[in-house]
C-alpha cells in the first residue's frame, strides 16, 4: 500500500495529510476525501469515505474506458 499527500474536499480547508492511495494517484493531489477536522463537522466518519463517492457520472465513464 502507498501512501500519497490527500487535499481537504472542503475547498475553504487548507488541510493536507498523507493517507493511502486508493486511486493510485499519478499527478494531483486526491481531494475526494474530508479532512478529520471537516469530517467532525460535517458529521462525517473519516475512514468511511470512499473514493468515488463524489465522482461524477463522466468521470465513471472515462474510468471504464481506462479498464478496457
Ligand atoms: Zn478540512
Redesign the pocket.
Known sequence: MSYVVHY???KK?N?AWLDKDLTHVKTFPPTWK??E??CKELGLDFNKQKPGDDVSEEEKMRREKLKH
Open positions: 481537504c474536499k472542503n480547508c488541510n474530508y479532512c477536522d471537516c
